[in-house]
Each structure stands twice: as C-alpha cells, then as structure tokens.
C-alpha cells in the first residue's frame, strides 16, 4: 500500500491532524473544534478570518428544567480531555470528552459529552458523531438544540446547493450588516440595499428559506469555483433526527454556513425542546454525519459537484448502519432488528374493499400516544415509505421498545399500533396486515384542499416586489419567499375569505395562512374566515354532522367555530391556545399536525339553503400568528337503513 492512501495521526501539544493524503483535518487538543481543512491545494477551506474555536464544531443550547422558552445558554461543547480510539493504515478514530460532575451544576449542561471524529483511508471527507449521557442522579435539564457547525471561506465559496431545484450563489455576510443590509420585522430576514454584489440588492436573505424536511436532508453544502471545490454534509440515516421525516431543519445559509441540524425547536416550539427529567437516565448517539470534499480539474464545469455529491449521499446511506465507528454504543447492522407488513386502509364511504396503503409512510418511534413521534426528541426513530400495494419493511432498527405508526397521504389523521414492539439483535419481525380506518362518520358533503399535512395546494401569492428571492420566483415552493403574510389584508382589504363551495377553487380562492389583519403601526385585529354551502336532500332536524379539521400548523393561535352565527357568544368549538409553530414567520408551509373532529347537530343547519361555517382566528398581537389549514370535510350524517319488506310467508 502506498504512502498516499494510509491514514496519518498527527499530535502535537495543541492540535491534532488526521490526514490521509486526500484531505488533512485538524482539530484543536483536547477541545475537539475543527480549526482546519486542508485540500487540493487550498491550504483552509474554513474561514481564516474567524477564531480557530469558530469554525467548525458541535454546540448546543441548553436550560434549566422548567424554562417554557426554546431558548437558554449556548454551549460549543470543548473538550476537556483527549484520546485515540483508533489508529491504523485504514483508519483513524480520536475522541474528545466533557465529564460533568455536582460542582458544575448550574454552570454547565449535565451532561457527559463524546464527541468523535474518524477518517478513514481513501475517503475523502471525514466523519463524526457524539454521545451525550445524563446520569439518573444528575440534575433535570431541557436541551432544544445541538447540532454542528462548518463556517467556510466567504472569499471561496459562493454557491450554495440544497437539492435539484434549490441552489444559487449567495450574498455575502458582509450584506447582512448595516449598512449594507437593513434588518425587516425578524431579525434573521435582512433587506440587501447596498450589497458587495450589486445583482443581489433589493433582494431578501434569511436562512429559514432554505429549510428542508428530514426526509428530503441527506446532502446540502457549497461550491467554490476557483479552483473547483465543493464541501458537503452528508446525513445517510435520519434514526438520530428528532419529529419524524417532516420534521423541518435549517441546512446551510450565509456565511458561508453549513448545518448538521439533530435536534432543535424550528416549526414546532416548545414542544420539541428535549426535556431530561428528575431521575432520569439518557443516552443517545448523534450522527455520525459525513462531511465531504470533492474537486473537478481546472476548466470544468464546478457544477458537477453537486452531482458528485449526490452520487456520494447514495453510496452513504447505502452504507447505513456504518461498520467503522468503534464505541459499542453505535450498534453494526447485525445487532438490529427488522419489522415488515402491509398497511391496508378501511373507509367504507370510499370503497366496499380495503384500499392499499400506497406510498404510506410508516415507522418505528419510541412508544407513546397516537402522533406522539412529531414532537418525540429523545429516542431513535425509523421510517420508510409503503409500495403501491402498502408493503413496507423498516430494516436496520437498534435494539428497544418501539410503537408502529403510520399515516398516509390523502387520508386524515394517524394511525397507531397499540403493540409494543421489541427489537431484539438480528430479529425479523413480520406484521402482517394491520388495517387503518381513518376517521369517518358519514359521507363527504363537500372538502377543502388535500389531506397530506401540508398547505402548499393552497393559494400562494406572489410577494412584495420589494421583498424577493429569486430562487422561489416560479418554483414548487413559492410560499418560502418573505412578508407574504402581509399580502392577505392587500388582497382582502374590505373584508375577510369568503369561500363558496362549488363554485370557488381552493387552489385560487383559499389563502394558504389565516393569518392576522394590521390596523394600525403595531395592532392587529383576528379574522373570521366563511365557508357558504348548500344542503339539499339530506335531513337536519334529527341528525349529527361531522366538520373535520386538520391544521398543518399554529402559532399562537386559537380557532374558533361558529355555525350560521358569526356572533354567537359561546362558539360551537374552541382549540384553546395552540401552537408555537412559528411557521408563517419562517416561510414554511406546515408545522405539527393537528386534527379536530367536530360535531354539529343538525338543528344548527338549514336544509336546501346556505349555511355558513365561521373559522374565527382570535389571537392577533404580531403579524406572525395564526393557522395553516391542511384538509377541511364536512361529513353527513350517517344514512339510515331503507326498511326492507318483510318476506312473504
């Protein structure tokens, strides 16, 4: 084997270097902070400018137990003590730790921290993972954040790549700052009005338009084009991810800034920040995450980068569960489980047969009540998606106590599986048909946009001219672009959504937020929503009707419903408050899923005319508050059995 190709440790007093004649890392000692990338012929592709303990590291945000915010004290995790796990011409495996002990309580997260970084011959990029442990005699604590950080070469890297349809270069962090940059109402969005780069002015920056979903956060990073190279992070499984595969994270933003986001509170609130309980043992392995270089010679195009990025990301999670990590707390594929079946659902308004669970998704989570995995932060989940005819096999499970979920497209509401499943080392578990029935009473009177947790079919208007990024001018995810909460009140300035069934579209007619009315320079008033419909042929008097809601998010919100009396003092339903979502003012388009189900008597509705349903969104004290509806149905009553003639003796 040719000295080339080996892996090399070097140690000095203060630095460590891991270098295998592709690429050499180093990494401070015992600290663990990535201060270095050394690769074709660019001596750092982290930012030079920055302190060496700013650069590329693990951090966390941590508080104390009982704090109800998603905020508390920034943590970058240094090390306190150095090892060497492994050392060989194949591999290269070094440890940084933190024990925590009594006399640190208060000053620091309880926690003991393991933080690993490995590399290995002819790779080129790196790995890392950690361990955090809590002790059941230590302290309580809330965590709602960790992650790790890369700040490259602002003089370097320019283009930024999220997926196919989501890459452009970027403005510098220089145009971020005054006087450069004008921050708007949140202080992550910044107005460029005299950027370095003139194409950028007028334009709007802020790192929440570039969120993505678990599911769809496997590669993400930049491209530099002179000399052409492209740094990346790779995340081949999401079995360490908090919230399940709709989960979304921030990926890379201005800087330039790459993320390996595991946990944090973006679009859901408090109720994904972790909270360690009195008493309470915990352990859990983050990553490990690759972090991948690549170049192209001189001359050719630096875009197949991307390309060679996302070839690199399938042979990763193809590699999922990794052989190489040497800690036992990081188990191989032969030491986890699989679990198979077949999703069927029932909805006999639909069809007398069951009906496939085509494209289901299904996964394993730590046991809890129906939903429980969207906010679930402290365990390892693992989902997959069912083929047409709703099979479906989840492999490479660790070992532990796990409850079957599941939902799927097109279908309201959450499927459980009240069995507790135990993955054992090497189990193979078959399911069998397990069959959905999601919630129904009666026939569908009428509907408004598609159950699938989303409310991007909804109507998206353009922005404010001068509030743009160009990249959502014309593309799939069009609501990603900034204040288009405030379009509502300029296409709706004499009153609220009006909203006629069958006559309007709820793909033109039905704005995707219900969002807040401005009144004056900082009051806002809440807004009452009508759904007008007819009821012809079906009887009132003695019946029971069901009106469905599925919210694909809330932020501070309380909806209220109302039937046929929009003053009426005692609404027919309340939510009460919900949701810290946050969703309107980081230009996504759904949060955590909520499901009302919400009986109406008859009596209330008038047979052959109009009735109307109020939607009354009470909350109004930011522009940012408010609702996303996912799916509204208005079932029937159910239809009584036609009296049959007896037969003739």
Known sequence: MSSINVVRLHIGDH???????????????????????????????????????????????????GSTVTTGTF????????????????????????????????????????????????????????????LKEWPPFNLPQTRIVFKLRKDKFHYMAIADNRQRFMPLPDDRLPPRGQELALPE??????????????????????????????????????????????????????????????????GPITLAMFLSAHYAGVDMVMKIQANEAWKKVFGPVFLYVNSVPDGSDPFQLWDDAKMQMMIEVQSWPYTFPASTDFPSSDQRGCVSGRLLLRDRYLSDDVIFGDGAHVGLAPT??????????????????????????????????????AWVPGFIGDYKNDLVINITAGCDIDMGEIVYEPPRDGPTLWEIGIPDRSAAEFYVPDPNPKYVNPLYLNHPDRFRQYGLWERYAELYPDGDLVYIIGVNDYRKDWFFAQVTRKTGDNTYEGTTWQVKFPLDNVETSNSTFKLRIALATASIAQLEVRINDPKAETPLFTTGEIGHDNTIGRHGIHGLYRLYNISIPGSALVEGNTNTIFLTQTISTSPFQGLMYDYIRLEGPTPTPTPQPSPKS
Request: charged share 25%; proline share 4%.
């Open 368 to 405: 809890g009540e129906v939903g429980s995995w969207q906010s679930e932060c402290k365990g390892y989940q693992f989902w997959t998606r069912a083929d047409e005819n709703g099979y479906f096999s989840i492999n490479d499970v660790r070992m532990g106590d796990y409850n079957l979920y």
């Open 189 to 254: 969005a910044v107005l460029l009005v005299n950027p370095v780069e003139p194409e950028f002015k007028g334009e709007v920056d802020d790192k929440y338009e570039y969120s993505c979903e678990n599911k769809d956060l496997k590669v993400h990073g930049w491209i530099c084009k002179r000399p052409p190279v492209g740094f990346w992070q790779i995340t081949p499984s999401n079995e360490f991810r908090s919230g399940g595969p709709l989960k979304q994270n921030l990926t890379s933003h201005v």
């Open 15 to 65: 630095h460590v270097v891991m270098d295998n004649g592709i690429l050499a890392v180093t990494l401070s000692k015992p600290g663990g902070i990535v201060t270095g990338i050394r690769y074709n012929g660019i001596d750092n592709l982290l930012e030079v400018l920055n302190e060496e303990g700013n650069r590329g590291y693990w951090d966390l945000v941590w508080s104390e137990a």
């Open 75 to 134: 943590d970058t995790m240094v090390g306190k003590k150095f090892k060497v796990i492994v050392e060989n011409e194949e591999q290269v495996e070094i440890s940084f730790t933190r024990k925590w002990n009594s006399s640190l309580e208060g000053k620091q997260v309880p926690l003991n921290i393991d933080k690993r970084f490995i590399m290995l011959s002819n790779s080129s990029g790196f790995y890392s993972y950690a361990i955090y442990e809590h």
